[in-house]
């Protein structure tokens, strides 16, 4: 079995390329090879993670296996003082259907209790259908959409999904 683990400045690298190999798999049908890469490099870069794991109102998790990280997840406060939003929550395709992801959502209900919210939030990309529906099943529900300009005249086309455990 699994386990989840802070993520530490050593991973950093291992994160970013990790991210490469799903994101590449998983999107390649949903966004354009050019946004893939565009969204990689804005948001998998280890000097950005290194920052980010001093930041109080983060937290970057590793999902770990036999010594292997086999995915990964982040979370951060919102500006709204009772949510926290699962950001991110990735894990390798051939790991999928295993408990796993319920696993690192479960991690991000305990992060979320034990700051006092009360609202766990997701976006997910609307053409991603396998994650929505998992998301679905561990409780979440869509509540609205999420269109948002990341510049480089690209856009994410999202659902906005909650759970309130």
Known sequence: MPEILPLTNADTATIAALARKIWLQQYQDILSTEQIHYMLAQRYCPMLIHSQLEDEKIWWKKLVLKNTIIGFSNYARTAVPTELK?????????????????????????????????????????????????????GFEIVGDSVVDIGGGFFMNDYLMTMMP
Request: hydrophobic share 35%.
């Open 86 to 138: 699962i950001d991110k929550l990735y894990i390798r395709h051939d790991h999928h259907c295993k408990g796993y992801g319920k696993m690192l959502v479960d991690d991000g209900v305990k992060i979320m209790h034990g700051i006092a919210c009360t609202k766990l939030i997701l976006t997910v990309n609307k053409q991603n259908h396998t994650a929505i529906h998992a998301y679905q099943r561990y």
